[in-house]
Protein backbone atom coordinates (compact mmCIF):
# COMPACT_ATOMS: atom_id res chain seq x y z
CA UNK A 1 0.00 0.00 0.00
CA UNK A 2 1.23 3.53 -0.72
CA UNK A 3 2.28 5.63 2.14
CA UNK A 4 0.39 9.25 2.21
CA UNK A 5 3.22 11.94 1.76
CA UNK A 6 3.41 13.13 -1.59
CA UNK A 7 -0.51 12.98 -2.89
CA UNK A 8 -1.82 14.09 -5.98
CA UNK A 9 -4.73 15.52 -3.64
CA UNK A 10 -4.36 17.57 -0.31
CA UNK A 11 -7.48 18.59 1.39
CA UNK A 12 -6.74 20.64 4.60
CA UNK A 13 -9.59 22.23 7.04
CA UNK A 14 -11.89 22.74 4.15
CA UNK A 15 -14.98 24.33 5.11
CA UNK A 16 -17.76 25.26 2.66
CA UNK A 17 -21.32 26.61 2.99
CA UNK A 18 -24.46 27.21 1.12
CA UNK A 19 -25.71 30.44 2.00
CA UNK A 20 -26.04 30.95 5.56
CA UNK A 21 -25.58 27.05 6.11
CA UNK A 22 -22.23 26.02 6.84
CA UNK A 23 -21.74 22.12 5.64
CA UNK A 24 -18.36 21.57 5.88
CA UNK A 25 -16.43 21.99 9.09
CA UNK A 26 -12.75 21.03 8.05
CA UNK A 27 -12.48 18.54 6.22
CA UNK A 28 -9.11 17.04 5.88
CA UNK A 29 -7.76 13.97 3.93
CA UNK A 30 -5.19 12.73 1.40
CA UNK A 31 -5.40 10.90 -2.02
CA UNK A 32 -2.29 9.45 -3.09
CA UNK A 33 -1.38 8.90 -7.00
CA UNK A 34 -2.81 5.84 -8.24
CA UNK A 35 -5.70 4.99 -5.68
CA UNK A 36 -8.83 4.73 -5.38
CA UNK A 37 -10.15 6.94 -1.86
CA UNK A 38 -13.75 6.76 -1.01
CA UNK A 39 -15.54 9.15 1.02
CA UNK A 40 -18.44 6.53 3.20
CA UNK A 41 -21.08 8.55 5.40
CA UNK A 42 -24.46 8.61 5.28
CA UNK A 43 -26.77 11.13 3.42
CA UNK A 44 -26.08 14.60 4.08
CA UNK A 45 -23.07 14.41 5.60
CA UNK A 46 -21.23 16.73 3.48
CA UNK A 47 -19.74 14.14 0.90
CA UNK A 48 -21.03 15.68 -2.75
CA UNK A 49 -20.48 19.18 -1.19
CA UNK A 50 -16.50 17.86 -0.85
CA UNK A 51 -16.27 17.43 -4.28
CA UNK A 52 -17.72 20.38 -5.09
CA UNK A 53 -15.64 22.07 -3.02
CA UNK A 54 -12.77 20.59 -4.64
CA UNK A 55 -14.19 21.43 -7.79
CA UNK A 56 -15.01 25.24 -7.09
CA UNK A 57 -18.33 25.01 -8.42
CA UNK A 58 -18.85 25.60 -4.32
CA UNK A 59 -17.61 29.56 -4.11
CA UNK A 60 -17.97 29.84 -0.37
CA UNK A 61 -15.13 27.61 0.65
CA UNK A 62 -11.96 28.02 2.90
CA UNK A 63 -8.94 26.33 4.00
CA UNK A 64 -6.53 24.48 1.88
CA UNK A 65 -6.99 21.83 -1.44
CA UNK A 66 -3.74 21.50 -3.26
CA UNK A 67 -3.61 19.56 -6.41
CA UNK A 68 -0.30 18.04 -7.56
CA UNK A 69 1.74 20.82 -6.08
CA UNK A 70 -0.47 23.53 -6.65
CA UNK A 71 -2.99 25.60 -3.89
CA UNK A 72 -6.39 26.08 -5.75
CA UNK A 73 -8.40 27.11 -3.13
CA UNK A 74 -8.67 30.44 -4.74
CA UNK A 75 -9.31 29.00 -8.34
CA UNK A 76 -12.31 29.07 -10.07
CA UNK A 77 -13.84 25.67 -11.48
CA UNK A 78 -12.62 25.83 -15.09
CA UNK A 79 -8.85 26.51 -14.30
CA UNK A 80 -9.24 23.69 -11.83
CA UNK A 81 -10.50 21.47 -14.53
CA UNK A 82 -7.69 22.18 -16.63
CA UNK A 83 -5.15 21.18 -13.89
CA UNK A 84 -6.53 17.21 -14.83
CA UNK A 85 -9.71 17.10 -12.27
CA UNK A 86 -12.79 15.99 -13.78
CA UNK A 87 -16.11 15.42 -11.48
CA UNK A 88 -19.07 13.00 -12.50
CA UNK A 89 -21.84 14.26 -10.42
CA UNK A 90 -24.48 11.72 -8.91
CA UNK A 91 -26.87 13.18 -11.80
CA UNK A 92 -24.76 12.00 -14.62
CA UNK A 93 -25.91 15.39 -17.04
CA UNK A 94 -26.34 13.42 -20.03
CA UNK A 95 -27.49 15.64 -22.76
CA UNK A 96 -30.62 14.64 -23.87
CA UNK A 97 -30.59 16.53 -27.65
CA UNK A 98 -27.33 14.24 -28.31
CA UNK A 99 -26.47 10.68 -28.73
CA UNK A 100 -24.19 8.63 -27.08
CA UNK A 101 -20.94 9.22 -29.36
CA UNK A 102 -21.80 12.78 -29.32
CA UNK A 103 -22.23 13.15 -25.56
CA UNK A 104 -18.64 11.51 -25.97
CA UNK A 105 -17.14 14.29 -27.97
CA UNK A 106 -18.57 16.72 -26.18
CA UNK A 107 -16.01 17.56 -23.30
CA UNK A 108 -13.15 19.39 -24.50
CA UNK A 109 -9.77 17.92 -23.54
CA UNK A 110 -8.10 19.96 -20.81
CA UNK A 111 -4.68 18.61 -21.34
CA UNK A 112 -2.92 16.07 -23.19
CA UNK A 113 -3.12 12.48 -22.59
CA UNK A 114 -6.81 11.81 -22.80
CA UNK A 115 -8.06 8.10 -24.23
CA UNK A 116 -9.19 8.44 -27.74
CA UNK A 117 -12.68 6.23 -28.25
CA UNK A 118 -11.15 3.30 -29.15
CA UNK A 119 -9.85 2.66 -25.89
CA UNK A 120 -13.12 4.28 -24.58
CA UNK A 121 -15.32 2.01 -26.75
CA UNK A 122 -13.29 -1.27 -25.51
CA UNK A 123 -13.87 -0.35 -22.05
CA UNK A 124 -17.37 0.15 -22.51
CA UNK A 125 -18.25 -2.00 -25.16
CA UNK A 126 -22.03 -1.31 -24.26
CA UNK A 127 -21.65 2.22 -25.70
CA UNK A 128 -19.97 1.36 -28.93
CA UNK A 129 -23.29 -0.70 -29.37
CA UNK A 130 -25.32 2.13 -28.44
CA UNK A 131 -23.50 5.05 -30.18
CA UNK A 132 -26.31 6.46 -32.20
CA UNK A 133 -28.58 5.97 -29.30
CA UNK A 134 -29.91 9.04 -27.82
CA UNK A 135 -28.14 9.35 -24.14
CA UNK A 136 -30.93 9.89 -22.40
CA UNK A 137 -32.98 6.42 -24.15
CA UNK A 138 -30.54 4.42 -22.03
CA UNK A 139 -30.59 2.79 -19.12
CA UNK A 140 -29.27 3.74 -16.10
CA UNK A 141 -26.27 1.71 -16.12
CA UNK A 142 -25.47 2.78 -19.18
CA UNK A 143 -25.79 6.25 -18.64
CA UNK A 144 -23.75 5.98 -15.51
CA UNK A 145 -21.15 4.50 -18.11
CA UNK A 146 -21.44 7.42 -20.16
CA UNK A 147 -21.03 9.94 -18.35
CA UNK A 148 -18.30 8.63 -16.70
CA UNK A 149 -16.51 7.76 -20.43
CA UNK A 150 -16.62 11.43 -21.51
CA UNK A 151 -14.28 12.32 -19.09
CA UNK A 152 -11.61 9.82 -20.20
CA UNK A 153 -11.30 11.87 -23.29
CA UNK A 154 -10.66 15.31 -21.34
CA UNK A 155 -6.99 14.11 -20.44
CA UNK A 156 -8.15 14.64 -16.42
CA UNK A 157 -5.62 12.35 -14.08
CA UNK A 158 -8.28 12.66 -11.06
CA UNK A 159 -11.70 11.12 -11.87
CA UNK A 160 -14.07 12.49 -8.48
CA UNK A 161 -17.18 10.21 -9.41
CA UNK A 162 -20.10 11.37 -6.94
CA UNK A 163 -22.65 7.96 -6.20
CA UNK A 164 -21.69 5.72 -9.39
CA UNK A 165 -24.17 2.94 -8.12
CA UNK A 166 -26.43 4.63 -6.97
CA UNK A 167 -30.04 2.64 -8.00
CA UNK A 168 -27.91 0.62 -10.16
CA UNK A 169 -28.64 -3.41 -10.23
CA UNK A 170 -26.11 -5.63 -8.56
CA UNK A 171 -25.08 -7.00 -12.31
CA UNK A 172 -24.15 -3.31 -13.41
CA UNK A 173 -22.31 -2.15 -10.10
CA UNK A 174 -20.11 -5.07 -10.79
CA UNK A 175 -19.27 -4.15 -13.85
CA UNK A 176 -18.78 -0.65 -13.03
CA UNK A 177 -16.66 -2.07 -10.63
CA UNK A 178 -14.58 -3.87 -13.18
CA UNK A 179 -14.40 -0.37 -15.05
CA UNK A 180 -13.06 1.30 -12.39
CA UNK A 181 -10.50 -1.74 -11.47
CA UNK A 182 -9.39 -0.83 -15.21
CA UNK A 183 -9.08 2.80 -15.15
CA UNK A 184 -6.86 2.46 -11.77
CA UNK A 185 -4.46 -0.02 -13.97
CA UNK A 186 -4.20 2.86 -16.37
CA UNK A 187 -3.04 5.32 -14.54
CA UNK A 188 -5.63 6.94 -13.19
CA UNK A 189 -6.49 8.64 -9.36
CA UNK A 190 -10.00 7.88 -8.46
CA UNK A 191 -12.09 9.76 -5.69
CA UNK A 192 -15.34 7.97 -4.78
CA UNK A 193 -18.22 8.92 -2.71
CA UNK A 194 -20.11 6.05 -1.85
CA UNK A 195 -23.07 5.37 0.33
CA UNK A 196 -22.87 1.23 -0.33
CA UNK A 197 -19.54 0.47 1.21
CA UNK A 198 -19.67 -3.54 0.48
CA UNK A 199 -19.01 -2.02 -3.31
CA UNK A 200 -16.56 0.86 -2.11
CA UNK A 201 -14.24 -2.32 -0.82
CA UNK A 202 -14.06 -3.94 -4.08
CA UNK A 203 -12.76 -1.19 -5.51
CA UNK A 204 -10.51 1.36 -3.15
CA UNK A 205 -7.33 1.31 -1.48
CA UNK A 206 -8.47 3.53 1.59
CA UNK A 207 -11.66 5.47 2.83
CA UNK A 208 -12.51 7.64 4.98
CA UNK A 209 -15.22 8.27 7.28
CA UNK A 210 -17.25 11.47 7.20
CA UNK A 211 -19.36 12.54 9.47
CA UNK A 212 -20.98 16.10 10.10
CA UNK A 213 -18.91 17.59 7.44
CA UNK A 214 -15.76 16.59 8.68
CA UNK A 215 -13.49 12.95 8.52
CA UNK A 216 -14.08 10.97 11.90
CA UNK A 217 -11.58 8.42 10.58
CA UNK A 218 -9.61 6.16 8.02
CA UNK A 219 -9.69 2.93 6.93
CA UNK A 220 -6.89 0.91 4.76
CA UNK A 221 -8.98 -1.82 2.48
CA UNK A 222 -6.78 -4.62 3.87
CA UNK A 223 -7.24 -3.70 7.80
CA UNK A 224 -11.10 -4.22 7.47
CA UNK A 225 -11.92 -7.18 8.83
CA UNK A 226 -9.73 -6.00 12.31
CA UNK A 227 -12.15 -2.52 12.06
CA UNK A 228 -15.55 -4.45 11.38
CA UNK A 229 -16.72 -2.88 14.61
CA UNK A 230 -16.11 0.78 14.13
CA UNK A 231 -16.96 0.30 10.70
CA UNK A 232 -20.66 -0.61 11.46
CA UNK A 233 -20.79 1.45 14.10
CA UNK A 234 -20.09 4.79 11.43
CA UNK A 235 -22.01 3.02 9.04
CA UNK A 236 -24.67 0.44 10.34
CA UNK A 237 -23.42 -1.82 7.57
Known amino acids: MPELHQPLLAVNDLHAWYGESHILHGMTFMVP????????????????????????????????????????????SDRIARLGL???PEERGIFS??????N???PPAV??????????????PALQERSASQGTKLSGGEQQMLAIARILRTG????LLDEPTEGLAPVIVQQIGRILRSLKEKGFTILLVEQNFHFAATVADRHYIVEHGQVMDMFEND???TNKAKLESYLGV
Do not use: C
Open 156 to 159: ADLL
Open 86 to 88: AYV
Open 223 to 225: RIA
Open 111 to 124: KPGGLGLDEIYSLF
Open 97 to 102: SLNVRE
Open 104 to 106: LLL
Open 33 to 76: KGEVVTLLGRNGVGKTTTMRAIMGIVHARTGSVVYDGRETITWP
